[in-house]
């Protein structure tokens, strides 16, 4: 089995430094403790990281767990109904301490995917 790539960049967007090579050359620490000079993806890109993707990447998951969309590892669809059901109340979650500090676009965004995953949840169960 290949070894995953852990290497992780951590940038504190509060932080106008954190953007500045730091005193070790612009080096950042990986999991293991290991220095590296960047995020090393493989040649693969991933999306910006932001509030959107992250609210995408957790519908996904659920649509994913009732069976609706392909397991990319399988490359099959089953269902796993807790697993859906988890993912549903992490986003309700989400939106109960996200509540007051989204903007209109976000918000109306985490509306919308909790209404139809929950109606989707309900079909599946019922």
Known sequence: MPEENKDFIV???KDPASDQNDADGGKTSNRSGEKNSGSQTSGVQFPEINFATFI???NTSALV???M???PSTQ???KNLPMAKQTIDVLCMMEEK???NL???EDSMLKNILYD???MYVKNTG
């Open 103 to 105: 903007s209109p676009d």
């Open 65 to 67: 767990h009732m069976g």
């Open 56 to 58: 995408f990447s957790l």
């Open 98 to 100: 996200t509540k007051g």
């Open 11 to 13: 940038k504190d967007k």
């Open 69 to 71: 969309l392909e397991d």
């Open 117 to 119: 995953l929950k109606i």
């Open 76 to 78: 099959s669809k089953s």
